[in-house]
C-alpha cells in the first residue's frame, strides 16, 4: 500500500509547483509590462515638458525681440518691416535659439518659415520637438505679435502742412516715450492654441 501511496504524491507534488511556477511566471511578465508602461508614460510626460519648454523659451525670445522693435521702431511700417521681408529669416533664427538653455534634443522651428500680417498683427505658428531616441513629441502653438502703432486718423490728416510737421515731430516724440512707458511687450505678444502633434 506504502508503495501506491508514493507515486501519488510525487505527481500531486509535481503538479502543485508546476501550477505555482504558472502563476509566478505570470506575476513576473505582469511587473515587467507593468514597468515597461510606466517607463513609456514617463518618457512621454518628459517628452512633452521639453517641448513646452522649448516653446516659453521661444516666448522669451519673442519677448526680447519685440522689445527691441519697440525700442527702434516709430511707426507701424517699422515695426512690421522689423519682422517681415529681409529680417523674417533673422527674426525666426533668433526666436528658435535654444542655446542660452540646457535643453537637449528639443528642436524648435517656426513652421514653414511663414509670419502674415492679419488685421494689423503678425500671426505665425511655432512648432518645438522633444526627441529621445526612437520616440518624439511635438507641440505647435499659434503666436500673435499686436502691433501697436496705430494708423494717423482723419483729424490728424486735416491738419494744416506746417501744423502738422511740427505737430508730427512731437507727436512721434511723445508717442516714443509714451510706448516705450505705457506698452509693455507682454501685452503684445499672445501665444494660443497649445496642441499635441
Do not use: H, W
Not at 511566471?25 to 514597468?35: D, E, K
Amino acid at each position: 500500500m506504502s508503495r501506491k501511496n508514493r507515486g501519488s504524491i510525487l505527481i500531486t507534488t509535481l503538479m502543485i509547483l508546476s501550477i505555482i511556477a504558472v502563476i509566478c511566471v505570470s506575476c513576473l511578465g505582469l511587473a515587467y509590462s507593468n514597468g515597461n508602461v510606466f517607463c513609456l508614460e514617463y518618457k512621454y510626460r518628459v517628452l512633452k515638458e521639453n517641448s513646452l519648454s522649448g516653446v516659453e523659451i521661444t516666448r522669451s525670445n519673442i519677448l526680447s525681440e519685440v522689445k527691441n522693435a519697440l525700442l527702434k521702431c516709430k511707426n507701424k511700417e517699422e515695426f512690421s518691416s522689423y519682422f517681415l521681408g529681409n529680417n523674417q529669416k533673422t527674426f525666426c533664427d533668433r526666436i528658435t535659439n535654444l542655446n542660452k538653455s540646457e535643453l537637449s534634443n528639443v528642436n524648435v522651428r517656426v513652421d514653414k518659415n511663414n509670419i502674415y500680417e492679419e488685421d494689423g498683427s503678425l500671426n505665425f505658428q511655432v512648432i518645438s520637438d522633444a526627441k529621445d531616441n526612437n520616440y518624439s513629441r511635438k507641440v505647435k502653438v499659434s503666436v500673435k505679435i499686436i502691433n501697436p502703432f496705430k494708423q494717423p486718423s482723419i483729424e490728424e490728416d486735416n491738419i494744416s502742412n506746417e501744423e502738422s510737421n511740427l505737430n508730427s515731430e512731437e507727436i512721434n516724440i511723445s508717442n516714443k516715450e509714451n510706448n516705450s512707458q505705457q506698452l509693455n511687450e507682454k501685452d503684445l505678444v499672445i501665444i494660443e492654441n497649445y496642441r499635441e502633434m
